[in-house]
């Protein structure tokens, strides 16, 4: 019996590793999307492009994310506000968000 609860939380383990690597080249698309926006101006319609296209599906659905129209216009408007990924995801850019978000409600 511990020997099956073993092999399952195991695999569960292995099955979240496996997510978190597809979720790091989601980031990696969303990163090169960015550079692509910066020096070309057609990044959002990179990453709508590679989101809908097969290996983009399957790799969105690998990461845990359903890939509809609905992910794809996100990506889309993250990219098109052209915040790196390292820094969306920092601590000090989440403040600064909550504070705007607190200043505009404010007024």
Known sequence: ??????????????????RKLFAAVVLAALDDAISDDKKYGNG????????????GREVLSCAGIDPNERVVAGLMEFVGRGVRTSVALSREESERRQAAELAAEAA
Request: aromatic letters at 14%; charged letters at 30%; glycine letters at 4%.
């Open 1 to 18: 019996m511990t020997d099956f609860v073993d092999a399952t939380a195991f695999n569960f383990e292995q099955g979240q590793r496996a």
């Open 44 to 55: 959002p319609e990179q990453i709508a492009r590679w989101a809908r296209s097969r290996d």
